[in-house]
């Protein structure tokens, strides 16, 4: 069973800033790709940003140069820096790894942030 504890979850004003954290597995982390995802109320979760073996990242167009993700494979952990936060980020947050190899994907708890106006 693989296993994705996530935290830095929580309530933050318009423009603040978060730190999410997704710890892993040493074996997640040499070998799949890593990504964030969000889900708001009445919505459709969606991706926010991945990042690869690698180091290769990927984001959605709304979170373009306001997010950062990066992967520390000595702590064996993702994190999911975000800025300049909107309303509309207002979601629940998941951690996913996705191995290439056998397309299995697994899913973090989810951690709930929440951006006031």
């Known amino acids: 069973q693989v296993q994705l504890v996530e935290s830095g979850g929580g309530l933050v004003q318009a423009g603040g800033s978060l730190r999410l954290s997704c710890a892993a597995s040493?074996?997640?982390?040499?070998?799949?790709?890593m990504g964030w995802y969000r889900q708001a109320p009445g919505k459709q979760r969606e991706l926010v940003a991945t990042i690869g073996p690698g180091g290769s990242s990927n984001y959605a167009d709304s979170v373009k140069g306001r997010f950062t993700i990066s992967r520390d494979n000595a702590k064996n952990t993702v994190y999911l820096q975000m800025n300049s936060l909107k309303p509309e980020d207002t979601a629940v947050y998941y951690c996913n790894t996705y191995l290439l190899s056998t397309r299995r994907s697994d899913w973090g708890q989810g951690t709930q942030v929440t951006v006031s106006s």
């Open positions: 040493a074996t997640i982390m040499r070998w799949n790709v």
